[in-house]
């Protein structure tokens, strides 16, 4: 693969990661017995212990992003539809989040590759050291969702056949140019 696609490819994940940070962190810490909505964070949702089930609608700056998130034991899984304006005509796509709770997967409609990264710092708060820099996805970032219970499914926590994930550590540390010597 090309420096150029591998270049494109990283900032396309970065893109999605952005997004998907802007727009899916928040959740329903309320009462589920009905549909409810409240700001809440991706960590407060998970730590709930809750199976549910919660939608989303956010417009930020160029995207508008709507989709819904689904919790069940320490996993999660994100299906959003991306408009964005930033590109000439615009564009359309899905993207797709699951996490087992030790890594998340990502990908989208436009390609067959997607991008497996650690999550870092999920459980712990984010005063014990932490560093948000390492988490691909800001599960402390809250959002607005339409949350209710859910009869979970499993079948929604397993990677979908025919998506090749490439460890996004190591893609970008094999992208970075190795230097000798100082200035």
Not at 55 to 66: P, R
Not at 133 to 162: H, I, M
Request: charged content about 15%; overall charge negative; some cysteine.
């Amino acid at each position: 693969m090309n420096k150029t696609v591998i270049a494109y490819l990283v900032v396309l994940v970065v893109i999605i990661l952005a997004i998907f940070g802007w727009n899916i962190m928040k959740g329903g810490n309320d009462s589920l017995e009905n549909e409810a909505t409240s700001a809440t964070s991706l960590k407060d949702l998970v730590n709930s212990g809750k199976p549910q089930t919660c939608t989303f609608t956010e417009k930020s700056g160029t995207s508008e992003n709507s989709g819904v998130v689904y919790v069940d034991d320490g996993k999660i899984r994100s299906d959003f539809n991306v408009t964005t304006t930033d590109v000439p005509g615009g564009q359309s796509f899905e993207s797709h989040m699951i996490s087992d709770g030790k890594d998340s997967y990502v990908w989208t409609s436009l390609t067959t590759q997607g991008f497996k990264s650690p999550i870092a710092g999920v459980e712990t708060s984010s005063g014990s050291g932490a560093s948000s820099r390492s988490q691909a996805v800001d599960y402390n970032q809250a959002l607005d969702y339409k949350c209710q219970n859910w009869t979970p499914d499993q079948s929604k926590f397993e990677l979908p056949a025919g998506i090749t994930f490439v460890d996004l550590n190591t893609l970008i540390q094999g992208s970075i140019p190795k230097t000798t010597g100082g200035y």
